[in-house]
C-alpha cells in the first residue's frame, strides 16, 4: 500500500468514526516557551499508527506543531495564533486540511493552551494523555522538553495553506 | 529564506558530487556491491536519526539500533528520546512500544506498508538494488562522495519524498549515511555507527511476540567468541 492510500484509508476511517466536530475559537492560555517532541499511538477502529510530533509553544506567538511518519515525512503542519485562529502550513496528500483544524487544533489547543471547551482529554500525568473520541483514541507522551526562545518566524503564518 | 538555509545545507554534499550514472551504467559497481554483501549472514549497528527541518535552528535527533539476518530478518529499535521496536521478515511485521513501564505490542494499522519498507530495508543491505526498481529510479554517484540514490517513481510519494541518498565507503563496502530528502530543502540523516558484520544473534532477537530485550541482545553479543 503506497503513501497516499495510507493517508486516504486514514482519513476515510477517521472521517467515518467521528463525531461532528466543534471548532474553538477561543484565546490561549499557554505559560512556557519551550519545543516538545512528542510520542503518540493513534488508534482507529482498532488499527494502530505512530506518529512524532514536534511542538512549539510560546507565551507569545502561540504555537505550531508538526506530526510526522517515523521515517520522516510531514503528515500535518498546523499554526495555532494567540488569538485561536487556526492556519494549515502543510498536510499530506490525502488528508483533508479542515480535519486538522478541528481535530488536531480542538485538541492541541485542549491539552497545551489550557483553552475551555468541549475537551476530550484525560491527563495520567504531566507528560502522558489520552485523547478519546469517538472515532478515534489517541496516546500521547511528551518524551523532551527544550525550553527556550524560539523565532518570531516560526510562527508566522505567510506560506499558509488555508486559515 | 527557507531555500537558502537548504542550499547552504545541501551545498557541501553536491560541490564533489559526479554526474551520477544509471543503475545499468553502474553494473560493475553494483556487481562488486553484491558480492561484498553476500559474504554477510548478519549486520548489527547503532543509528543516529536526525531531522532537519529548516523552521527550527537545531536538528530533532534520536538514536537507535538495527539487526539484520539473512534472508530477511530485521529489527529497527529506536531508543531514544522514546523506544519503540519494528520487526520484520518476509511474512509479517510486528511493532511494540514502550509505555508505562512495559513493553506494548501495537495492531498495526497498514502491515502491508510497513512489512514494504522493511524489506526495502533489508533489500539494501544486501545490495539487491534490481529489487527496488519497480518502486524506484536506482542512480549511483561515484567520486568523494560514493551513494546510491534512490528516486521515487510515483509522483504522489516524490510530493512527500523526494529521494533517499546512501552514502557509502568510496569502495561501496558499507552504507555510512541514509538521507532522505522532503520537498523544500528538509531532510533526515541517519548516520550509521559501530557496525558489526556476522554476528551471531542470541534467539528471541526477532520474536514478533515477545522481543528480546535490547540489554539482553547486546550482552550476548560481547560475550560472543
Redesign the interface.
Known amino acids: 500500500?503506497?503513501?497516499?492510500q495510507?493517508f486516504a484509508?486514514?482519513l476515510a476511517m477517521w472521517s467515518i468514526g467521528c463525531a461532528t466536530p466543534t471548532q474553538m475559537r477561543s484565546p490561549l492560555r499557554i505559560t512556557t516557551t519551550a519545543?516538545l517532541?512528542q510520542?503518540a499511538?493513534l488508534?482507529?477502529r482498532?488499527?494502530?499508527?505512530?506518529l512524532d510530533g514536534?511542538l512549539?509553544l510560546s507565551e507569545y506567538y502561540g504555537m505550531?506543531l508538526?506530526v510526522?511518519q517515523?521515517?520522516?515525512?510531514?503528515i500535518a503542519d498546523v499554526l495555532v495564533k494567540p488569538d485561536g485562529s487556526a492556519y494549515v502550513m502543510r498536510s499530506?496528500?490525502g488528508l483533508r486540511r479542515e480535519w486538522i483544524e478541528r481535530y488536531m487544533v480542538r485538541d492541541l489547543m485542549c491539552l497545551f493552551a489550557n483553552v475551555a471547551g468541549p475537551c476530550h482529554v484525560r491527563t495520567l500525568d504531566g507528560t502522558?494523555f489520552i485523547v478519546q473520541d469517538r472515532g478515534y483514541t489517541l496516546?500521547l507522551?511528551t518524551?523532551?522538553t527544550k525550553p527556550g526562545p524560539l523565532?518570531a518566524?516560526?510562527f508566522d503564518y505567510a506560506g499558509a495553506t488555508s486559515k | 529564506m527557507k531555500t537558502c538555509i537548504a542550499f547552504l545545507l545541501l551545498f557541501p554534499m553536491t560541490i564533489h558530487a559526479q554526474q551520477p550514472l544509471s543503475l545499468d551504467e553502474a553494473r560493475p559497481i553494483v556487481e562488486q556491491l553484491q558480492r561484498g554483501m553476500s559474504t554477510l549472514q548478519t549486520v548489527n549497528l547503532e543509528f543516529v536519526q536526525e531531522r532537519h527541518l529548516s523552521l527550527f535552528t537545531e536538528p530533532l535527533r534520536s538514536e537507535g539500533v538495527m539487526f539484520i539476518e539473512k534472508p530477511d530478518r530485521i529489527r529497527w529499535e529506536t531508543t531514544s528520546p522514546y523506544q519503540s521496536i519494528l520487526l520484520g521478515d518476509h511474512k509479517s511485521v510486528a511493532q511494540f512500544e514502550w509505555t508505562n513501564g512495559s513493553w506494548k505490542k501495537l495492531h498495526l494499522g497498514f502491515p502491508q506498508m510497513l512489512k514494504r519498507v522493511m524489506e526495502q530495508m533489508t533489500l539494501l543491505h544486501q545490495g539487491k538494488l534490481d529489487a527496488l526498481t519497480s518502486d524506484y529510479t536506482v542512480s549511483v554517484q561515484t567520486g568523494s562522495v560514493a551513494a546510491i540514490v534512490l528516486t521515487p517513481k510515483d509522483a504522489n510519494v516524490r510530493s512527500m519524498l523526494e529521494s533517499i541518498e546512501m552514502r557509502m565507503d568510496p569502495d561501496f563496502k558499507a552504507v555510512r549515511e541514509i538521507l532522505m530528502k522532503q520537498p523544500g530543502g528538509d531532510f533526515t540523516s541517519i548516520v550509521i555507527q559501530n557496525e558489526q558484520r556476522n554476528m551471531t544473534f542470541p534467539v528471541g532477537t526477532f520474536d514478533q511476540n515477545k522481543p528480546l530485550n535490547l540489554a539482553t541482545v547486546e550482552a550476548a553479543l560481547r560475550h560472543a567468541p
Open positions: 500500500m503506497r503513501l497516499e495510507m484509508a486514514l519545543v517532541t510520542r499511538v488508534t482507529i482498532g488499527r494502530q499508527f505512530t514536534y512549539a505550531r508538526i510526522m517515523s521515517l520522516g515525512q510531514v499530506a496528500p502522558n496516546e507522551r518524551v523532551e523565532p518566524q516560526l
